[in-house]
């Protein structure tokens, strides 16, 4: 029973290790003659009782041909009646000063939990049982992953703070690689009563060929 336990915990050690390309929601295409992608989202912070949602979109180039897109842009009907808008320039820095000081509010509670998160699992790898020992590992690893995406977020922040669109924005120009990917990010402002679930991209390229793309969150 305990190597059956043993291996299970390893297979789900494994598969939680593992990265994917498109870790979001996958989109279809609305034209007939779209440029060749796949294309994804998922959010990431905010939502349903937050004024924002911020999502990442991952661009998958399907051809062997490097795709340069010009534009890209989320396409919102009415502005006036969705009360929807991409957030960008000197509200975009405003934003991530505002996310950084509620994160710096938290960050004491969140250093907390993360160090005892570790500690425990340190403390567990040294047990002679084989699987309390795996369970450990796996719980170092969580929370090191843990601070490192925290890490993330706060260079994140300093870094949207002193351009209209920065470098990994979804409205920066952009190129794929053949057979590769990239990762893009937009900020959505909205009613924090409701949050976007069907989201609409269209993109260009430097060749002028037009392509739209649903996604549902």
């Not at 340069?68 to 989320?74: Q, R």
């Not at 351009?163 to 402002?189: D, Q």
Request: glycine letters at 8%; charged letters at 20%; proline letters at 3%.
């Amino acid at each position: 029973m305990k190597t059956n336990i043993t291996a299970l915990l390893v297979s789900a050690s494994l598969l939680s290790a593992c990265a994917t390309t498109h870790p979001g929601e996958l989109g279809s295409a609305i034209d007939k003659d779209s440029i060749p992608l796949n294309i994804s989202a998922q959010t990431v912070e905010g939502g349903t009782g937050e004024s924002f949602q911020l999502i990442e979109i991952t661009v998958e180039n399907t051809s062997d041909e490097w795709l340069k897109v010009a534009n890209a842009e989320v396409v919102i009907g009415n502005p006036s009646e969705s009360h929807m808008s991409v957030v960008l320039g000197s509200d975009l820095k405003d934003w991530a000063e505002a996310m950084k000081t509620r994160q710096l509010k938290e960050q004491h509670n969140t250093g907390l939990a993360q160090t005892a998160l570790i500690a425990l699992g340190a403390i567990a790898t040294l047990s002679s049982d084989r699987t309390t020992k795996l369970v450990g590992a796996t719980a170092a690893i969580g929370g090191t992953a843990w601070v490192a995406g925290s890490a993330v977020n706060q260079a994140y922040e300093q870094a949207t703070q002193t351009n209209k669109a920065p470098e990994t924005h979804l409205y920066h120009p952009f190129s794929v690689p053949g057979k590769m990917f990239v990762r893009r990010w937009i900020l959505l402002n909205k009613p924090s009563a409701m949050r976007v679930v069907n989201l609409v991209i269209q993109m260009e390229s430097v060749e002028g060929q037009k392509g739209r793309y649903e996604i549902k969150l």
